[in-house]
Nanobody
Framework: QAQLVESGGRSVQAGESLRLSCLAS????????MGWFRQAPGKGREFVAA????????EYTYSVKGRFTVSRDNVKNTLFLQMSSLVPEDTAVYYC?????????????????????WGQGTQVTISS
């Protein structure tokens, strides 16, 4: 089972930027679509962004479109999430996960996370 280690989260002011990283231990990282998810205090975990195994397909949740950019480095087994124009509503623990199921329908991609592969996450706190 792959181990996923998220990093890069910290406390920043609204309007600032952060870059999150997710290092995967599994050598088959490049075979999987990968996603970012987040869980705000008192809420369930939600999808944020996902990217296909070769970077050809990308999906974002509506609230982060135009502000967040997901990318990956398959040589370094690392997934990234560049976040800009951060707002307090982005405050959450951010998790990466492989997409156990990846579908593309009508131009919309869906990443179903692997329920057994969640890491510890990284805390992002945005103050106004």
């Amino acid at each position: 089972q792959a181990q996923l280690v998220e990093s890069g989260g910290r406390s920043v002011q609204a309007g600032e930027s952060l870059r999150l990283s997710c290092l995967a231990s599994e050598s088959t990282f490049s075979n999987y679509a990968m996603g970012w998810f987040r869980q705000a205090p008192g809420k369930g975990r939600e999808f944020v962004a996902a990217i296909d195994s070769d970077g050809g397909g990308i999906e974002y949740t509506y609230s982060v479109k135009g502000r967040f950019t997901v990318s990956r480095d398959n040589v370094k087994n690392t997934l990234f999430l560049q976040m800009s124009s951060l707002v307090p509503e982005d405050t959450a623990v951010y998790y990466c996960n492989k997409c156990a199921f990846w579908s593309s329908l009508g131009g919309v991609h869906t990443c179903t996370p692997d329920s057994d592969a969640w890491g510890q996450g990284t805390q992002v706190t945005i103050s106004s």
